[in-house]
């Protein structure tokens, strides 16, 4: 109303929280991609809410390296579940909100 900016409390919480996850990870805004090619097309397809299996029918590799990939990029990214990885797929711009 008074023509300054206004983010409501559970948004800035958010953001901070965020903000300080990624420094803890190593990786402040702006820094290089630490994902494989192969890494960022299974991010992508887990964020769309696909299978294992149909990762594996879809890039032509075996659910065993898809498990393996999705491995790598939890620990790369000190990520914890499916929920983390679509949130970073989100803010990478690889899928839509």
């Known amino acids: 109303m008074r023509g300054r900016a206004f983010m409501h409390a559970g948004a800035v919480t958010a953001l901070v929280r965020d903000h300080l996850d990624n420094i803890e990870r190593g990786s402040p805004a702006g820094d290089a991609e630490p994902l494989t090619p192969r890494e960022l097309e299974v991010v992508k397809l ?52």
């Open 46 to 97: 887990v964020a769309e809410g696909r299978t294992s299996d149909e990762i594996a029918e879809l890039l032509s590799i075996s659910r065993k390296t898809v498990d393996r990939h999705r491995a790598n990029v939890l620990d790369k990214l000190g990520m914890r579940n499916r929920v983390d990885v679509t949130r970073y797929a989100i803010r990478r711009g690889l899928v839509m909100p």
